[in-house]
């Protein structure tokens, strides 16, 4: 009787604050702010992807580059030193480390055959030679030496190529010298588009 | 601001002693300048980014908001309006919502949860989702219809300022981003300085009711607007000219709560007491039985 | 003519029981939430998410239960004259001075006057506590509909709880009452001096 | 961009129109908010819809798709009867005072010398008047009176656009047009300027080029080319595509926009003669004169040794042009099944080029298709079903496709050249994902491949690719170091200064010894003594080191110059023209805006000059050094396809059907100088099926057709949608959010209907036209929802001189799908 007197009073609240003080409280939560998650990452200065405002970003990888660490990039952001976008960066930039880890990512060589329903992976030595193989074959059948005025023309318009306008210079240099070098004519780009 | 890995705590949830509260760090606050905000969503995707959320991929229900709503992965939501004036002149009103850090935060005063909520002496108000039980109090704190429960584990998110980045010396992450400067931070003091500024501005360029949003009613918030119709708030997707918390919730979370426990206490008290004077109301032949 | 009458079936104990408990389990629970000196008892049930995730199931477990007692009692609880006049002598109930009350029949006015709280209460709580029951039926709500059932919440089991010690009191002080819940009789002269028209009526 | 991004922050006036600087440029955006804030200037908006930039403009106005010419030249007539002109910076620095042929005219929709049949102009009477007792020079008129000179042929050429007949033309109300038309002419005063900012919204048009045209010349008449805070500016779309532009992937130019040889330069000597121009006026710099020296050294970088005098420079070892190899080109052949194989760089045409249902059976004639992509495309799956967004016979399609995965930005390290010119270089951060490969190892890797195969088995025509220099350290994967020091150029021998003219005994000084990279492109020789594989870039990486990666953040003058952070072509310039920016005298219009003066002795100043630091401004040279003239050109002689003023041509899909400035030639509705292929004709639908006009764009959340493989990207635009407005969703009963079909006479697509207040009926020549608006980031590939490829709806049709597809402008006709 007294006992279950008791316990009700207790729960009545009149105890309560007394039971806590007992111990019976649980631990305080430790309210600690989120780690900083970028303290020991390595940084990478470099030049967003998307559009020609070509705003500085930042790329932070795990990781201190030694030796047995595969530098993965956990993080983007703004790059507060570049003049343009001084560490602004827009929805498109804020979201280049999905651009860059996206599943939709090609990872290795692959071909569909003629008819096929799916991809095939390759290694690249038989992309590579079935490319080459493809691209000689109709170059020596199609090239064009002289015109019908007999001007020597050079030419070869039955391989087409579009090139990238997100390619580095560098790239665009080395497109556009072996695509002349090779004799292309029907040669363009993005940046016409 | 400070420079450590934990900011000191001025108010926790559901408790009734004074935090530690000799040391005193800055107010900071972020001003979102609406006359400058193009709502490209960069602080949306930014505070995806950095606080390592990613939410689901929706539809588009008719609207530019997307995500349609805020919820436990989406922290902070541009909010479109199109509002035409009686001249027909169109304004299209991009507000980004997300939590505002009122000084006197709702959902903190509404969580039952110790320390689920705190709010650090620099005003950021932020949840542990360790010590949150999911209740969802704060939603009925808030007056802004901020916090969300997350579906996957019931506990309640919103945005943290940027709690880690500013730690540590940083600018949260939707205001480093922002590509218009149209959201800035900084101290409290520097921010309504900056605020009044714009304000002076906007008026001086013909946005008569232009307007410093840093409502009273909450004790001031350390997410601020500028705001070019500040007579017309709720034109911005609805947003309270004057929030307060409810006063149901003040009175549930006030003075009911020490009063009710006073008088349950009272009553089991005077049932002992009566016990004691009056005794028990005994059938005399039960009572021996009893006894026995 | 026995020495005891049967006041309660087994299976209305049961009954009882199986509320008295949950009653407790939701108010500790509840109680738990309401104020923080308090938030220590989620430890009872496994911390504070379980408390959560339990605290509705309880109460609306708590509200089937105490839907059978209430529709099998509350014709027996409509107050007459007689209850009026027995409440307001409630100095001499609180002094046992029964010799002084009008006669009462199976249940006094005090005890209806209770049972009609607890009703009022229990009603007050599972419809508010349904309206701001997350994760399942708060969004169908409005916000401020939900703040006024968070508070209607608090103050209904505030009441139920003030009237419950009310009750459990009342069994401790009156001698010879808790039998009737845990035996489900009571004695020839329990009955013949607390609830005399009673005791009349089933010894007729 | 003439100007700079962070030079936007100098201006009075911003605007924005043919683009939409807010949502698809928006860290760029910043430096309008920040004129609007620190110098209080105004924002004005011309847009066929309320965009994010008219958000948060002082002021917008409507305007029709594809008829921003008839709302520019309405501003110049404005300009010109009102008499708010930069009247002394017209006089001289355009060619407003230029005597033109007295046979040039433009009567009812034409200019002179049109050929119906050839749908072209023989330019012949577009010329100046020249005399032939001074060099041949252009004859001018200062007192601009007579009615030849460009000024009266211009004027009477604008004072047909009147107010009323702009609106008529545009939709635009005509207050809201003299508005704009008001804040634009009111920059013509020194001290104040105003920047335009546009991007593919002017350019993909069939009158793309005379879009910016129009503009420039309103520029000029303002005074505000080559100021700080002025300038035309295009706001380009993808991070390399000005680099990709300077080093010309395109069949018409060589690098550093080094005309290519065509069938008709027969000899280098021909080719050279017609590629280097005489000046036209005296005492000019007539920088093109140079072009002997960027092209040998061109050559010489391209094959080394194997190009040098005996053989013409490598002369033939250099494919001759003979038709257009433009993207339409190259699709309309694929189409016809005269193109074979196709290697496809980064580029998702089936997506990015007009007319899907077209572009996919070309696709499907092909015999080999090679993808190199950083990520999974719609044009490397053409040939898989995925239902109706892309409904193909798998089984039927031969085309053998190889897709090979690339790196992107993250994993590499190179430069990238910004739209105002600067160029960055970047570090790589992390390895590639699986085998991925950069474009360039792809691209060696492949040459070498062929190379390999024609030094081993012989073949046609092996000499260009076994001479090709390729001394790279590694062959097939050159490093990005050696290639950027390549196109900067070195010396191959010393490089000698000219003999002083003062001391003519005295041996001449050696510049740049032999092999030393050069310090820019004044170093270049055409006698094959230097190398240079971009003569604009001559400079990014000279005997100092890499001058792209420079990152310097100090800002001297405060203008926004940043003169030593990366690497700005030419000259590492940041504002182009920026001698037009000091007056005739050579002081600064504005003295707030300095950009360069004349000390008394040279040009100097917060940028690098754009003229020769001594040619003061006695010596008469005038500051637009890239013309013959010396001058900007408000009369473009023969350089455009289809007049040397822009006309007002309708879309070739027109919602009017007629064009109301010259209502009785239907000969001349639409750009009569654009090629249109057989059959394209005939598809362009008309406005009685397709009764509403269409535009297609871009959204601040999506990068063309990329982002939607990113998953915080696709979150915020998750699904295809179209806009209309309110009044036609009225007219239409479609509700906010309803699936609608939209049809054009190409093909359909189906997508939520956005109700908006934001897209207006207009009042077009007392008919009302309605707007539908066509987002274009969803496919069948991605994490967003699936949708539609955008293109399936547009025409296949191209700016006549740069043949920039018309997405712009076209016909549709909407309903409850």
New interface residues.
């Given amino acids: 009787m007294n006992r279950r007197q008791f316990f009700r009073t207790c729960a009545a609240g009149l105890g309560g604050s007394s039971i806590a003080m007992l111990g019976f409280s649980p631990q305080p939560v430790l309210a600690q702010v989120r780690g900083f998650k970028l303290a020991r990452t390595t940084e990478t200065r470099s030049t967003c992807p998307y559009c020609s405002v070509s705003c500085g970003v930042i790329m932070y990888t795990l990781g201190d580059n030694a030796k047995n660490n595969k530098p993965s990039i956990i993080h983007v952001e703004g790059d507060p030193d570049h003049p343009v976008n001084r560490g602004t960066l827009c929805p498109k930039g804020a979201g280049l480390l999905d651009m860059i880890h996206s599943p939709n990512r090609l990872k290795y060589p692959e071909v569909r055959e003629a008819k096929s329903k799916e991809w095939r992976r390759i290694s690249w030595d038989e992309a590579y030679t079935r490319i080459a193989k493809h691209m000689k074959e109709d170059r020596d059948k199609n090239f064009i030496t002289k015109n019908d005025k007999g001007v020597t023309v050079n030419r070869w318009n039955t391989t087409a190529m579009l090139a990238s306008s997100a390619a580095s210079n560098e790239s665009g240099y080395l497109t556009v010298k072996s695509a002349r070098g090779m004799g292309m004519t029907a040669f363009d780009t993005q940046a016409r588009i | 601001m400070t420079l450590q890995?934990?900011?000191d705590?001025q108010a926790?949830s559901?408790?009734?002693t004074p935090s530690p509260s000799v040391r005193s760090s800055a107010a900071v606050a972020k001003l979102i300048d609406e006359?400058?905000?193009?709502?490209?969503?960069?602080c949306?995707?930014?505070c995806?980014?950095?606080n390592e959320l990613?939410?689901?991929?929706?539809?588009?229900?008719?609207?530019?908001d997307?995500?349609s709503d805020l919820s436990a992965s989406s922290w902070t939501l541009m909010r479109f309006a199109?509002v035409?004036d009686k001249d027909n002149n169109?304004?299209?009103?991009?507000r980004k919502d997300g939590c505002m850090h009122c000084a006197d935060p709702g959902c903190l005063k509404?969580c039952?949860?110790?320390?689920?909520i705190?709010q650090y002496s620099n005003g950021i108000v932020?949840f542990?989702q360790?010590?949150?039980?999911?209740?969802?109090?704060c939603?009925?704190g808030c007056p802004f219809?901020i916090p969300r429960?997350s579906?996957k584990d019931?506990k309640a998110y919103k945005c943290?300022l940027c709690?880690?980045?500013?730690?540590?010396g940083l600018e949260p992450?939707c205001v480093?981003?922002?590509?218009?400067?149209?959201i800035t931070f900084g101290s409290k003091e520097d921010m309504v300085s900056y605020g009044e500024k714009?304000t002076k501005?906007l008026q001086e360029?013909g946005y008569a009711n232009a307007g410093l949003y840093n409502p009273a009613g909450v004790g001031g918030t350390h997410v601020m607007y500028v705001l070019r119709h500040a007579d017309k708030t709720e034109q911005y997707s609805g947003l309270p000219k004057d929030p307060s918390i409810?006063p149901?919730?003040s009175?549930?979370k006030g003075a009911?709560?020490?009063l009710?426990?006073l008088?349950?206490?009272v009553?089991?008290?005077a049932?002992?007491f009566?016990?004691m004077k009056?005794?028990?109301?005994?059938?005399?032949?039960?009572?021996s039985r009893?006894e026995a | 003519m026995s020495k005891y009458l049967q006041r309660y079936s087994d299976q209305e104990r049961m009954n009882h029981w199986i509320v008295a408990i949950c009653f407790i389990l939701a108010a500790l629970s509840g109680l738990a939430f309401f104020h923080p000196a308090l938030f220590w008892l989620v430890n009872l049930f496994g911390g504070g998410p379980w408390a959560r995730i339990l605290h509705p199931f309880i109460g609306v477990a708590m509200f089937g239960f105490f839907l059978i007692s209430m529709l099998r009692y509350w014709h027996h609880n409509k107050l007459d004259d007689n209850d009026r006049k027995w409440l307001r002598q409630w100095r001499d109930v609180a002094n046992n001075r029964e010799d002084m009350l009008p006669e009462v029949g199976r249940y006094n006015g005090g005890q209806k006057v209770v049972f009609w709280i607890t009703v009022a209460s229990t009603i007050t709580l599972i419809v508010t506590g349904v309206i701001f029951w997350r994760p399942y039926f708060a969004n169908l709500f409005p916000i401020e509909l939900i703040r006024l059932a968070s508070l209607l919440h608090a103050v209904a089991a505030f009441t139920l709880i003030v009237s419950t010690i009310v009750h459990v009191y009342a069994a401790i002080w009156v001698k010879g009452t808790l039998r009737a819940m845990t035996r489900g009789n009571v004695s020839d002269a329990w009955a013949k001096k607390h609830h005399s028209n009673w005791h009349r009526e089933v010894t007729r | 961009m003439t100007n700079s991004w962070v030079d936007i922050k100098n201006a009075d006036l911003v605007l924005i129109m043919g683009g939409n600087a807010a949502e698809a440029h928006p860290c760029g955006f910043k430096w309008v908010t920040e004129a609007m804030q620190q110098r209080n200037a105004k924002l004005v908006v011309v847009d066929p819809r309320f965009t994010r930039s008219a958000a948060v403009a002082d002021y917008y106005a409507p305007i029709r798709v594809g008829t921003d010419i008839a709302f520019l030249a309405g501003v110049i007539n404005y300009m010109l009867s009102n008499d708010k002109v930069h009247m002394e910076y017209v006089k001289t620095y355009t060619n407003a005072t230029f005597l033109v042929n007295d046979k040039f005219s433009f009567e009812n929709g034409f200019f002179t010398g049109y050929d119906e049949g050839k749908r072209s102009y023989d330019k012949s009477t577009w010329g100046y008047q020249r005399d032939k007792s001074k060099d041949e020079f252009v004859m001018v008129d200062e007192t601009m009176q007579s009615p030849n000179c460009v000024y009266q042929l211009m004027k009477k050429h604008y004072s047909r656009y009147t107010p009323e007949l702009v609106s008529k033309i545009c939709g635009t109300p005509k207050d809201a047009f003299l508005k704009v038309a008001g804040f634009i002419a009111g920059t013509h005063t020194p001290d104040r300027v105003m920047t335009i900012l546009y991007a593919l919204g002017w350019t993909q048009h069939s009158v793309g080029s005379q879009n910016i045209r129009a503009m420039a010349m309103i520029q000029l008449l303002l005074g505000n080319m080559g100021r700080a805070g002025g300038g035309v500016n295009a706001l380009r779309g993808h991070a390399n595509v000005q680099g990709i532009t300077d080093m010309c992937l395109y069949s018409e130019v060589l690098p550093g926009y080094l005309g290519a040889p065509t069938d008709a330069d027969t000899t280098r000597e021909d080719y050279l003669k017609v590629r280097t121009p005489k000046p036209l006026r005296p005492n000019q710099m007539n920088f093109p004169q140079n072009f002997p020296k960027w092209h040998t050294s061109l050559m010489k970088a391209w094959f080394g040794d194997a190009a040098n005098k005996d053989n013409n420079f490598a002369y033939d070892m250099m494919p001759k042009r003979d038709t257009a190899y433009d993207a339409l080109a190259i699709f309309e052949r694929m189409y016809q099944g005269k193109v074979n194989g196709f290697l496809c760089q980064g580029f998702n045409p089936l997506a990015a080029i007009p007319n899907k249902k077209k572009l996919g059976i070309a696709f499907a004639k092909l015999k080999f298709l090679v993808v190199m992509d950083p990520l999974q495309t719609e044009t490397a799956e053409f040939w898989k079903n995925f239902t109706d967004f892309n409904n193909v016979e798998t089984d039927k399609i031969e085309t053998e496709v190889f897709r090979l995965p690339a790196t992107c930005f993250a994993e590499e390290t190179g430069s990238f050249t910004n739209s105002s010119r600067v160029l960055q270089w970047h570090q790589r951060a992390t390895e590639p994902p699986g085998e991925a490969k950069t474009d360039a190892e792809i691209m060696a890797s492949l040459f070498m491949r062929m190379r390999d195969l024609y030094k081993k088995d012989g073949g046609t025509f092996p000499d260009a690719i076994v001479n090709m220099a390729w001394a790279y350290s590694n062959p097939n994967n050159p490093a990005p170091e050696e290639v950027a020091r390549e196109f900067n150029g070195k010396a191959l021998g010393d490089v000698m200064a000219p003999p002083d003219p003062k001391n003519p005994k005295e041996p001449p000084k050696v510049l740049v010894k032999a092999g030393e990279q050069l310090p820019g492109f004044a170093m270049l020789r055409d006698d094959g003594s230097t190398s240079c594989g971009n003569w604009l870039y001559c400079g990014s990486w000279s005997q100092a080191g890499n001058n792209m990666a420079r990152r310097d953040t100090s800002d001297p003058s405060g203008l926004g110059v940043y003169p030593n952070w990366g690497f700005s072509w030419p000259a590492n310039r940041r504002v182009l023209y920026n001698r037009a920016g000091a007056d005739p005298a050579g002081k600064p219009w504005d003295p707030k805006r300095k950009g360069i003066a004349w000390n008394g002795t040279a040009w100097a100043g917060s940028d690098v000059p754009d003229i020769a630091p001594a040619l003061g401004p006695d010596s008469g040279a005038g500051p637009f050094i890239m013309t013959p003239e010396g001058v900007g050109r408000l009369f473009a002689v023969g350089l455009m396809a289809e007049g040397p003023f822009p006309e007002h041509y309708e879309p070739f899909e027109t919602p009017v059907g007629v064009n109301l400035m010259c209502p009785s030639n239907a000969k001349a509705v639409s750009n009569p100088a654009a090629r249109v292929y057989k059959g394209d004709m005939e598809q362009f639908g008309k406005m009685a099926e397709f009764p509403y006009a269409a535009t297609t764009y871009r959204l601040t959340e999506h990068h063309h057709f990329w982002t939607k493989n990113a998953r915080a990207n696709a979150a915020t635009q998750p699904a295809q949608f179209v806009e209309i407005g309110d009044e036609l969703a009225k007219e239409k009963g479609i509700a906010n959010g309803q699936m609608v079909k939209v049809r054009s006479n190409r093909g359909e697509i189906k997508a939520v209907a956005v109700v908006t207040k934001r897209i207006k009926a207009l009042e077009v020549n007392g008919k009302k036209v309605h707007t539908v608006g066509i987002p274009i980031h969803w496919g069948f590939i991605g994490l967003a929802k699936s949708g539609y490829l955008s293109n399936t709806l547009t025409p296949f049709v191209g700016d006549a001189n740069s043949q920039t597809p018309e997405f712009k402008a076209f016909l549709v006709n909407v309903e409850k799908a």
């Fill in positions: 890995s934990s900011l705590i926790r559901a408790t009734t006359s400058k905000c193009i709502g490209c969503k960069a949306q995707v930014a995806q980014e950095w990613r939410e689901e991929i929706g539809n588009n229900v008719g609207v530019y997307n995500p199109e035409e169109l304004s299209w009103l991009i509404a039952p949860a110790p320390g689920a705190v932020d542990k360790e010590a949150c039980i999911g209740c969802g109090n939603i009925t219809n429960i579906k019931n943290t709690s880690d980045r500013v730690a540590v992450a480093k981003t922002c590509p218009t400067g149209a714009r501005e360029r409810s149901l919730v009175l549930w009911f709560k020490p009710a426990l008088g349950m206490g009553t089991a008290l049932g002992f009566h016990y009056v005794g028990p109301n005994e059938v005399e032949d039960e009572k009893e």
